[in-house]
């Protein structure tokens, strides 16, 4: 009986420990980000409010890789230009691989209003 209930204290716990982990990862492997719009962060691109590409640059790069097992390890994250305040705006940036190769990365725009502007980018 003592076995048995450790047994099923055992499978419990390590039940629990995958289920945290796998929301940790779902949380910091997320690539959508809200961005304000202030004197720091706002930029024009063809007369349109837009989000600065430094700004969306350092957030790929530091969001691209969360955690060894999600997406690959990327450098030297560049936008051609800011991405503009629009819904459906888009953008390609590019990063270098941990190999050395170019890697393409889609920018879009979900959401936006005059003090901030919501987007994602794909692995």
């Not at 959508?32 to 989000?51: C, M």
């Not at 305040?85 to 940036?93: K, R």
Request: glycine share 12%; proline share 4%.
């Amino acid at each position: 009986m003592q076995r048995s209930k450790f047994v099923i204290g055992l499978v419990g716990g390590v039940t629990a420990l995958v289920a945290v982990g796998a929301v940790g990862t779902h949380l910091l492997s997320g690539t959508e980000s809200t961005t304000g719009l202030d004197e720091h962060s706002l930029v024009k691109v063809d007369g349109y409010p837009a989000l600065s590409k430094t700004i969306a640059q350092g957030r790929i790069q530091s969001k691209y890789h969360p955690l060894p097992w999600v997406g690959a390890r990327i450098e030297a994250v560049s936008c051609p230009t800011g991405l503009k305040a629009v819904a459906g705006a888009t953008v390609v940036c590019e990063g270098r691989g941990s190999d050395g190769k170019s890697v393409e990365i889609p920018v879009s725009v979900v959401k936006a209003t005059t003090t901030s502007v919501t987007w994602k980018f794909e692995r």
